[in-house]
């Protein structure tokens, strides 16, 4: 892939021992010819996440405590910010998404001039693997609501693997720097700012994989957790919230 752009790849962790270190090792094999950095943006884990992250030659910025999936976020962007990267791509610390597939999301970066790019699981092509019935419904009910509030097509809004170019945030109306966006508010947020200013937005196929075991595929607190998820939607769209 022949490009000019600058591309880092932000993998938000908290208490990934033992997975994250597949990750980094599957990036570099699958996409190493994509990305210029692979940035490991550790969230007060407690067990050994960073240090695997830079045994594998990782760059890592660890939080002194756990601030939140949105936290870990913007600190990634803000380092790409801060060293004039152009686009992100955003993958879990969990091995459930297939770094093969980031050439998926940016390619109509690179080549279409989109600006927001995210994985689908539910759409053609697309794949889901041992995914439990608990987070199929969800997931879905969810994509169908920000399909309903944005006019969007959206197939699937709160799936973490995706791309964006950075300058969408030279947009002072899309302001990621707000505390109530700490937890897992920031991803759908985000998402909903790109859709409702009218920057270029498409969904691509994507794979989820989820462990075979009941436990280990998220860190998710039942309510709370769908709470922040769902909240953006309801504060954005009712004004409550810029």
Known sequence: MDRKDKILIIVPAFNEEGKIKVVISRIKKEASGLIDEILVV????????????????ATVISHDSNKGVGATMRTGIEYGLKNRYDIVVM???????NPAEINRLLHPILYDNFDFVQGSRYM???????????RLVTTLMYSFLLKIITGFPVSDGTNGFRA?????????????????????ELEPYLFYKVIEYNFKVKEVPVTKYYPREKIGYTKMIPIISWWSILRPLILLKLGIKR
Do not use: C, H
């Open 42 to 57: 550790d969230d007060g884990s407690v067990d050994s996440t960073a240090s695997e992250a830079k045994d594998k030659g």
């Open 91 to 97: 993958i879990g610390a969990d091995n459930q998404d």
């Open 124 to 134: 053609a092509g697309g794949e889901r693997v041992n995914m439990p019935l608990f």
């Open 164 to 184: 964006f170019r950075l300058n969408i945030l030279k947009d002072k109306r899309i302001n990621l720097w707000q505390a109530w966006l700490d937890r897992y």
